[in-house]
């Protein structure tokens, strides 16, 4: 299983940036793809799921009206597009994946808490995402 974080990059406060996760080894039917950020000297924490048995979405609050996750599935590809960037979403950007029979959103609202690495199986080397004021 692997997966490549891209997209990354400068970008002035209130631009927008689109991320992508590709997976490869997996079926996104039976894994949940999940996004996180981990901004300079805090913990990594979750922003946004997809997948799993419904191929659902999930935002945690914090960037709901600025983020959305969606997927190409004929490239295994999941996105995390991200406008209304402010400076606090700095941070370096992550993709993993769990293996589960349940869909993203109950996974990520219910099952596996924001901060809890130890839920997901399968991580990326994350890409970095620098908003500047």
């Known amino acids: 299983v692997q997966l490549v974080e891209s997209g990354g990059g400068l970008v002035q406060a209130g631009g927008s940036l689109r991320l992508s996760c590709a997976v490869s080894?997996?079926?996104?039917?039976?894994?949940?793809i999940g996004w996180f950020h981990q901004a300079p000297g805090k913990e990594r924490e979750g922003v946004a799921c997809f997948g799993g048995s419904d191929l659902s979405t999930y935002l945690r609050d914090s960037v709901k009206g600025r983020f959305t996750v969606s997927s190409d599935n004929a490239k295994n590809t999941v996105y995390l597009q991200m406008s209304g960037l402010r400076p606090e979403d700095t941070a370096d950007y992550y993709c993993?994946?769990?293996?589960?029979?349940?869909?993203?959103?109950?996974?990520?609202?219910?099952?596996?808490?924001?901060?809890?690495?130890?839920?997901?199986?399968?991580w990326g080397k994350g890409t970095q995402v620098t908003v500047s004021s």
């Open positions: 993993a994946a769990k293996r589960t029979l349940y869909g993203a959103r109950y996974y990520c609202s219910s099952i596996a808490p924001a901060n809890d690495m130890s839920y997901w199986d399968y």
């Open positions: 080894g997996i079926t996104l039917r039976d894994y949940v």
